[in-house]
């Protein structure tokens, strides 16, 4: 197999087929509903502990759609890890 032909990035993620996002698991959800609880519990992360439903409505839902992620959802999803990374420091 050459590079050309590798379907995974650097840390080893399988890749999604060529033009296809990929579709989040209901292992995702479960791990979302969890990260979720953590993010406006423990952390108290103000957005989210103020609406609790403010992380379903604007992380996990545009993630778990199934066709695949909503365009921006990933992004929106990583700038929130982000936030609560910075914010745990």
């Known amino acids: 197999m050459t590079e ?3 379907t995974s990035d650097p840390e080893g993620t399988p890749s999604p087929e060529e033009g296809k996002p990929r579709v ?3 292992d995702d959800r479960k791990d979302l509903v969890k990260l979720s609880a953590i993010i406006s519990h ?3 992360f103000p957005k989210f502990k103020v609406d609790p439903k403010a992380f379903k409505n604007l992380v996990v839902t545009p993630l778990l ?3 695949g992620p ?3 959802a990933i992004q929106v999803f990583e700038q929130v890890m982000k936030a609560v990374m910075v914010r745990h420091r």
Do not use: K, M, Q, V
Request: proline share 13%.
């Open 4 to 6: 050309e032909s590798d």
């Open 24 to 26: 989040w698991t209901n």
């Open 42 to 44: 423990s952390l108290s």
């Open 65 to 67: 759609e199934p066709a």
């Open 70 to 72: 909503n365009p921006g």
